[in-house]
């Protein structure tokens, strides 16, 4: 399992442009892909789950990822989160 903090940096928040960005990104990875905020986990590869996070600007989210495929995984979600604005780690 590798699991990584990012700080939503986009004024915004997570909102639904990037999230779907993000969650499309993930579809082709076999491993478990999890997005947690306030003691709320849900599953990022689910559109809806992410948007029901509500997350605002400056918050810190903890993503995770396991499986076969887990660093392939997270490195995309680093790439994507900084190629759509949402967080600068």
Do not use: C, W, Y
Not at 27 to 32: E, L, N
Not at 58 to 85: H, K, N, P, W, Y
Request: glycine fraction near 8%.
């Amino acid at each position: 399992m590798v699991e990584k903090s990012f700080t939503i940096t986009d004024p915004a928040g997570m909102h639904a442009r990037p999230a779907s960005a993000l969650v499309g990104s993930l579809s082709k990875f076999q491993s478990d892909i999890t997005m947690e905020f306030k003691d709320k986990k849900v599953n990022l590869k689910s559109i809806l789950g992410v948007m029901s996070l509500g997350v605002p600007s400056g918050s810190t989210v903890q993503i995770a990822a396991d499986g076969a495929d887990e660093a392939e995984a997270m490195e995309t979600i680093e790439r994507v989160l900084q190629e759509q604005g949402i967080s600068n780690e």
